[in-house]
């Protein structure tokens, strides 16, 4: 998943440092309740350490309530690689994860390693994919299915 909209930076401002806007906090609210009507829950939630994934986490997980989140300094901007590094890292005990990271990366890992072709991921955008594998180590050399991709323009416009 990609954060929500962010506020346009200010002078000088860190790009770490950037927080959500209104529009943001909505597009959070909305995709939570999206998640939770799929009916898939989640484990764990990995998030970029940056201002606006950890925001767009508050709003997720108010409505999520997932009971295990890692904030990551390494999901902050990471190259499609490093996240699925991170996905292939998790405790077997867990049976599914939220990644809440940036683009480029997080269209990469869709386009780059699971052959499911997006242009880009837009804010707050989501897709859930199934790995028919107990081991997340093996995410890569097993077969997976898309159970569901959005975004919140896509929920509101029908």
Same mark, same amino acid.
């Given at each position: 998943?990609?954060?929500? *909209? &962010?506020?346009?930076? %200010?002078?000088?401002?860190? @790009?770490?440092?950037? =927080?959500?806007?209104? #529009? ?56 499609? *690689? &490093?996240?699925?590094? %991170?996905?292939?890292?998790? @405790?077997?005990?867990? =049976?599914?994860?939220? #990644? ?59």
């Amino acid at each position: 998943m990609r954060h929500a *909209k &962010t506020c346009k930076p %200010k002078f000088n401002q860190n @790009d770490h440092e950037r =927080n959500l806007s209104e #529009i943001g906090i909505n597009e959070a609210k909305t995709m939570a309740e999206f998640i939770i009507s799929k009916g898939i829950p989640t484990d764990i939630m990995l998030i970029s350490d940056a201002k606006r994934t950890q925001e767009t986490w508050t709003y997720l997980n108010g409505i999520i309530k997932t009971k295990l989140s890692k904030f990551d300094k390494e999901l902050y901007l990471a190259s499609s *690689k &490093t996240i699925v590094k %991170k996905i292939k890292e998790l @405790d077997n005990i867990l =049976n599914t994860a939220l #990644i809440l990271a940036h683009n480029p990366g997080i269209t990469d890992v869709f386009n780059d390693y699971f052959n499911i072709k997006l242009d880009h991921m837009p804010t707050c955008g989501a897709g859930c994919i199934r790995f028919h594998t107990d081991k997340f180590e093996n995410i890569l050399d097993c077969e997976l299915e898309l159970e569901y991709f959005s975004y919140p323009s896509m929920i509101s416009n029908g």
